[in-house]
Structures are given as C-alpha cells and as structure tokens.
C-alpha cells in the first residue's frame, strides 16, 4: 500500500500545508488513485515546509518546499508515471546526499513525530505505544520503575537538568495518600519549539511517560499544562485523552490492572514565570502565578499541599523508549554525566532551521554546521544563544564545546529547555542582551524587588548604550546589579535574568566598549549609532533612496551621485533597504 504523509504541525500549516494536504486528496481522489494520505507532526526539517513524503515498497522520498500548484505534477509524475520529480526531493531514504539534516540525528523523543498520525491512537500502538506503561504495570514495582529511571541517566529537559529519577524517589518516599504529576508544557521562551512540535506529533509518548511516573511516585491524577498559545497542541492532547479513555488507558482500573489514573488539561494564559513550578502550582490552583519560597520542595509539598512530581515534555517523551529499551541502552549515549539525547529547535541566522534530536557529548559546531548547514548567505558565525531568556551566549571561538550541562553550565550560559538561536557577524550583542532583557523584565511577576526595579535599572542603562550615551561606569554598574539580582532573587527567572547581559560582556566586551567609548556599533545595528553615506562610485543616480527618503535628507540630480545630509537623516536605514548597486554604507 502506497502512503503520503503532509507535516501538518503548526509550522507545515502557517506554510500552508493545509491547502496542500487537500490539494493531494482532491488529485487522488480524481484519479481513482489507491494511495492512503495522512497527516504527520513536525518531521524537523521545517525549513523545507510544506514537507510531503510518499512511501512505497521498502523506500520513501521526502519533498519539500510544496505548494498546491506543485502537487499535481508529483501525483502525475511519481505515484502515475513512477518518475519521481527530482528537483523537489530534500530526502531520499536510498540516497545519503540528500540526507544531511536528519541523518546526523539520532531520534528518542522525536521517533514517532512526523513517522505517525498523531490524532490516532492505533498508530501510535503499531509503533509499541503503551507496551511500557503494560510492561510496568505487569513486572515493576515503582522503586523498580525509579532505579531503571535512574541507571538511565535521564536528566529534567526542562532546563536545571536535575535527576529525574531522583526526583520521582523523592516524590514516592514522601507519605500521603493522594499524589500529583504535572507535565510543564508551558514552553515560553523565545525561539524555542520542541514541546509544542513533540505535542503536536507525539501526545500519546507524553501521556505514557506520565503514566509511568504517575505509577512510580504513587498518583492517581495528573495535569498537563499547557500555554494557551498552542491551539494545535491542545486539541490533539484533548483528542489523545479521549482515546485513551475509550479504550481503558485511562480511569478505573486501566489495563486491567487495579492502577487509577487520569489527566486534565490546564491552558496557561501565557506568563513565562508560570514555567518555573511553584508559579505553574498556582496558577493551575486557581491563584496569581508567582513563585514561593523552597523548601518545602513539590516532592514534599506541592499540588494543593500533596508530593508532586513536575517534569516537562521532552521528559516524559524519553521515559516510555527507556522502559522498552533499557536503561543501559540510553546511559550508553551521551556523556559521562549527561545521558542520552538533546532535543534542540535551531532558529536564527542558520540555513537550516526546525527540530535536531542529537546525542549529548556532540559539538556546538557539528550542529551549527553539519546538521544546521552553517550560517545563512555566507556571514561569519559569531555565536549561539543557549537557554532562552535565562541562558546566555557562548562565542565561536568555543564552538567546539561539547553540549553537556554541566559543560555549558561553566560557560555561564545552560542547557535551558533546547532553545539554541544561531547569530552571525550582524548580531550586536549588546542589543541582544537589551532584548532579553527586556523579555524577563516585562515578565517579571514584581514579588522580588530586585528582579522587579533591578532588571528594569539594568534595561535603562542597555538602552542608554545602544543610544550611544553610555559611559564607561555603566559596566561596573550593570555588574554589580546583576549579581545581586542573582543572589537575591526568589525564583528561577530572576536569578538567571543577568545571564545573558553577563555572558556578552564576558565574551564580547568589546562591543560594549565601542559603543560606550567610541560612540560605534561593530555590527552595524543600532540606528542611533549608524552613518549612512552613499559611495560616488556606486551610486548610478537612480533616485530611489532620494525618493523614498521619508525626510528628504537625500539630494542628488539624475544620472548623478547622491548625497546624504547627515543633519536631517533620522537613521531610519530605508535608502539602505532599497539600493540596487550597493550605494549606501552604513558606518
């Protein structure tokens, strides 16, 4: 039986893949075609979408960049003609060439996303979902269940990378008769996309490693929460529970077994503290999400004043494949002290953006330029952004750094959740520090006063350097402010919020220096420190810059050499955008 899978996660969608999708149905359907069309998650490569595979016999070819114009000379040519159409394919199961991005991978988390039709529960079974949670159920105790979670090495991928079988021994040695588990799945910093993709392409692998630690810490309840921003995300959760509560996975008595279990959603409204757990309790509580004071920890005292177990998407996803597979067969990758695989969503100025699911211990070279292809239109690779707003940059220079927690850690940047923002020699660092900044200060739920007044202090003084007012004592000073909201900050949010301002002065001082001494942005970024001039050579007298100047600082005759008038220009980089001949420098 022949099949064609359509991505249609929220990625493949905003690219229109479900016009695509339909487009394909209607040219199946018109030419009595027996081919089953399906739709998929993220298959990772979401620089190509709209992604369409089409399988047939022991071999598959992936196509990309479609759109519904192009569908029917593929259904003609491939699946009428057998002529596979050439120039559109991105991924040949029989040829390695075109295999570069996922080849390089190696998946767990993301085995089954873009493989299976995440609204059906009997395909995730014909990939030997919820074997785990039966073999459990049948041959564990719950010690027996944390020991394999332990032996395995499995790290929280939520960003502290703390021992998640630790974690759920914790939970399980604590005494009460009811018990939590919580997925956080409020995934809100900037550029990141690996829970949602997973939620999107995977929910019953979630739900699963839920059940599992749900068995193992003693809990009969759980709670998937969910930013409210994810649409998609959530009604194949809602979807997925269903499912399971049909077919007895979930409820009384699930898998016939004397094991209660079930699952609520819980739609955050979108408050990035809401991702640090004690906010995220009370926010599903019915409360203002703000942080509390640890101890007591969640395993002792959490839900509702009942031991809770919180760990986040990506996992949950690992635990089912550890159980199936054994703990030795997941310590066996990775590092000494991090094990396993990383889920990291590639964004920025890379060539190939989406999803990469590599083994801890790889390069941060070998994924910016083996897997992510290098950095877009030839620019110099300047550095990674790690860890979203709480994290921080590691320069090029230290690109051969092995991605391990403990080793980013050092760098003074963190694993973080997987977010990894590549920047190229455009990048001004001192403005994208003002830009996280600024996230976390909004973001900031005011309980704290140095994260409240601190941040917003340190904000003012960023945009005092990026206006070119800066003065030399601004350094000593945004120093000084960061370690004391470090050390005096409740919550996890305030007490990383530096980090990024922190390691850009570490790495790139200098560009601070430029800006403050020399009145200079290097990377030719912030408008209030930039020239324009117009270089006579170049400059063909074509009068567009002159005539989509919005102030008139442009004068020149036809067919002659412009000029600027530097007085009246207000920076605001048009004339730049729209010369032909590479006229306009901005210096």
């Known amino acids: 039986m022949r099949e064609i899978r359509v991505g249609l996660g929220t990625c493949g969608i905003s690219a229109g893949g479900e016009a695509v999708y339909n487009k394909i149905k209607e040219e199946i359907k018109n030419k009595n075609l027996d081919v089953v069309v399906k739709e998929t998650g993220c298959m990772g490569n979401c620089y190509d979408e709209v992604l369409v595979e089409v399988l047939e016999g022991n071999g598959s070819l992936l196509y990309g960049n479609?759109?519904?114009?192009?569908?029917?000379?593929?259904?003609?040519?491939?699946?009428?003609?057998?002529?596979?159409?050439?120039?559109?394919?991105?991924?040949?199961?029989?040829?390695?060439?075109?295999?570069?991005?996922?080849?390089?991978?190696?998946?767990?988390?993301?085995?089954?996303?873009?493989?299976?039709d995440p609204s059906s529960i009997e395909e995730y079974i014909a990939k030997d979902g919820y074997k785990a949670i039966q073999k459990v159920i049948a041959n564990f105790s719950p010690k027996e269940?944390?020991?394999?979670?332990?032996?395995?090495?499995?790290?929280?991928?939520?960003?502290?990378?703390?021992?998640?079988?630790?974690?759920?021994?914790?939970?399980?040695?604590?005494?009460s008769e009811k018990k939590y588990v919580i997925c956080n799945a409020d995934e809100g910093d900037p550029g990141a996309f690996m829970d949602r993709s997973v939620l999107e392409g995977d929910p019953h692998a979630v739900l699963e490693g839920m059940m599992i630690a749900s068995f193992a810490i003693g809990a009969d309840e759980a709670y998937m929460y969910v930013r409210a921003e994810y649409p998609l995300a959530i009604r194949r959760l809602q979807m997925?529970?269903?499912?399971?509560?049909?077919?007895?996975?979930?409820?009384?008595?699930?898998?016939?077994?004397?094991?209660?279990?079930?699952?609520?959603?819980?739609?955050?409204?979108?408050?990035f503290v809401c991702g640090e757990e004690t906010a995220l309790m009370a926010s599903i509580e019915g409360k203002r999400g703000v942080p509390r004071i640890r101890p007591p920890f969640p395993a002792q005292k959490g839900l509702w004043g009942k031991p809770t177990n919180i760990n986040n998407v990506e996992t949950f996803a690992n635990v089912p494949w550890i159980i199936l597979n054994g703990?030795?067969?997941?310590?066996?990758?990775?590092?000494?002290?991090?094990?396993?695989?990383?889920?990291?969503?590639?964004?920025?100025?890379?060539?190939?953006?989406?999803?990469?699911?590599?083994?801890?211990?790889?390069?941060?070279?070998?994924?910016?330029?083996?897997?992510?292809?290098?950095?877009?239109?030839?620019?110099?690779?300047?550095?990674?952004?790690?860890?979203?707003?709480?994290?921080?940059?590691?320069?090029?220079?230290?690109?051969?750094?092995k991605i391990d927690y403990d080793e980013i850690t050092k760098t003074g940047a963190i694993m973080g959740s997987g977010g990894l923002i590549v920047l190229d020699e455009t990048t001004c660092m001192v403005d994208l520090a003002k830009y996280f900044l600024n996230f976390t200060q909004?973001?900031?739920?005011?309980?704290?006063?140095?994260?409240?007044?601190g941040t917003k202090r340190m904000l003012e003084i960023l945009e005092r350097i990026t206006m070119g007012q800066g003065e030399e004592k601004d350094l000593d000073l945004l120093e000084d402010l960061a370690e004391k909201i470090k050390s005096s900050s409740l919550c996890g949010?305030?007490?990383?919020?530096?980090?990024?301002v922190l390691t850009t002065m570490k790495y790139f001082r200098e560009?601070?220096?430029?800006?403050?001494?020399?009145?200079?942005?290097?990377?030719?970024?912030?408008?209030?420190?930039?020239?324009?001039?117009?270089?006579?050579?170049?400059?063909?007298?074509?009068?567009?810059?002159?005539?989509?100047?919005?102030?008139?600082?442009?004068?020149?005759?036809?067919?002659?050499?412009?000029?600027?008038?530097?007085?009246?220009?207000?920076?605001c980089g048009l004339c730049y955008d729209v010369c032909k001949f590479d006229a306009v420098e901005k210096l």
């Open 66 to 116: 479609i759109t519904p114009d192009r569908v029917e000379k593929i259904i003609t040519e491939h699946l009428v003609e057998n002529k596979p159409v050439t120039e559109w394919i991105v991924k040949n199961s029989k040829d390695e060439s075109k295999n570069e991005f996922l080849d390089e991978q190696q998946r767990i988390v993301l085995r089954n996303c873009g493989v299976i």
């Open 145 to 175: 269940v944390i020991d394999q979670v332990m032996k395995s090495g499995l790290r929280g991928r939520g960003g502290g990378g703390f021992s998640t079988g630790l974690k759920w021994k914790f939970a399980h040695d604590a005494k």
């Open 240 to 271: 997925a529970i269903k499912q399971c509560e049909e077919k007895g996975f979930l409820g009384k008595n699930i898998f016939g077994s004397n094991v209660n279990f079930k699952i609520k959603i819980k739609e955050g409204a979108g408050a």
């Open 327 to 401: 703990a030795d067969a997941y310590a066996a990758l990775g590092t000494e002290k991090s094990k396993g695989t990383k889920v990291f969503a590639l964004a920025g100025k890379i060539v190939r953006s989406g999803l990469a699911e590599v083994p801890m211990g790889i390069s941060i070279k070998d994924i910016v330029f083996r897997i992510g292809g290098g950095i877009k239109d030839g620019r110099e690779f300047k550095a990674v952004q790690m860890g979203g707003p709480s994290g921080g940059c590691i320069p090029a220079s230290m690109s051969e750094l």
């Open 442 to 453: 909004n973001e900031s739920c005011g309980k704290c006063t140095f994260c409240r007044v």
């Open 493 to 500: 949010l305030g007490q990383t919020a530096p980090n990024p």
């Open 511 to 571: 560009e601070y220096e430029a800006h403050i001494k020399d009145k200079r942005c290097p990377a030719h970024n912030c408008p209030a420190l930039l020239t324009y001039t117009i270089d006579e050579e170049k400059c063909t007298g074509c009068t567009l810059c002159s005539r989509k100047c919005p102030v008139n600082a442009i004068a020149g005759e036809v067919k002659k050499p412009h000029v600027i008038d530097n007085e009246a220009c207000i920076k």
